[in-house]
């Protein structure tokens, strides 16, 4: 190979993030030596910052940059809501939409039986503590609508049932759809059409 | 936006890489920020590395280390064979081959009236001067197969017409296809079969 060791590494990196092979990292990797000022320094420097900074949400699992984020630290986002995703991805694309003005709670993936994932290995347990300690009235199952995605939003319902007013996004979302491909536009339907669960 | 000024601004910074649009971007901040000490951390130190070592060599165009890149000071590839490639990630995809023992000029692009890109504008008037300075016996024009690149490997022939043996790569090049997204037994093939330009 023609290339020095640190190049070779950085394209091995780049080759680990999701949607990137060995051939697109081996072409973004030539892009950023070409474009050194404009793109390879920046980027250097806020991977740096953000690698100092960024952290999970104690709370609700959103990703920022202290114990406590915004939305949860946020006095007018306690109105009462509490919006279930999977995962930060959800939380962005909900909060693109502009449609949610609650809180969130960030499960860091779904029940499954398969992969051995139960209940404690999401946030499940810090969900069923904020619904009372919060003072939540409604909890919105925000899940994707794959079987692992509805089997985790039963299991949550089932835990909470009586406790709140139980919804999921309704209309719009499509079957074995994901949230976070979803347009803005739909994501709104979706929410303002929201149904009992 | 739920997200801090330092992880939109790395969002910002990784859509802006070849074959990542805004929504892989995020998936691969989020990818980044999970994977902290495994990923994030290495991807800035060695991005760092890489802008304060890669630079172009000057003799050829190669991405490396080094003013002059290893493969121009080998005298192992002082064959007399000097392979012309539009860009690095040709050069790499040659080496992976393994097929050529020789050394690479980069022309970094193709002529195109176009995008008004004359000789002046790529590695053109060095690949001239390279001829007879380093006793080039054979120039192997290995350009992509599109019309820009027949182009540009027709004007360095009538340009070095007459000095040195002049090759194109032969068959395992599809009409239209770019040398870097073939595997290395077509390239292998291709060079092997090496016919008269
Ligand atoms: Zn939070
Ligand atoms: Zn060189």
């Keep these: 190979m ?10 091995d990196l780049m080759a ?6 060995p051939r697109s990292a081996r072409r973004a990797v030539l892009h950023l030596i070409r474009k050194r000022s404009l ?15 960024a952290r999970e949400c104690l709370n609700c699992g959103n990703v920022g940059t202290t114990d406590i984020c915004d939305i949860c630290t946020s006095e007018k986002r306690a109105n009462g809501e509490l919006c279930v995703v999977e995962d930060v991805a959800d939380l962005w694309a909900m909060e ?23 209940p404690q290995e999401l946030r499940i347990p810090r969900l069923l503590d904020r619904v009372p300690s919060e003072g939540i009235t409604e909890v919105i199952l925000a899940l994707n609508a794959t079987i692992d995605g509805q ?11 009586g406790q709140v007013r139980l ?31």
């Design 151 to 161: 089997t985790t939003a039963h299991y949550i319902a089932d835990n909470l049932e």
């Design 16 to 21: 680990k993030l999701p949607g990137l092979g």
């Design 96 to 118: 693109r939409s502009g449609v949610f003005k609650g809180r969130y709670h960030v499960l860091g993936g779904t029940l499954s039986a398969l992969d051995a994932v139960g």
């Design 2 to 11: 023609s290339s020095t060791k640190d190049i070779d590494a950085l394209i």
């Design 167 to 197: 919804t999921s996004l309704a209309q719009g979302v499509p079957i074995g759809g994901e949230l976070d491909y979803l347009d803005d536009g739909t994501i709104t339907a979706a929410m303002r059409a929201r149904k009992s669960f």
């Design 39 to 53: 793109l390879l320094i920046p980027l250097a420097d806020t991977l740096q910052a953000v690698a100092e900074t």
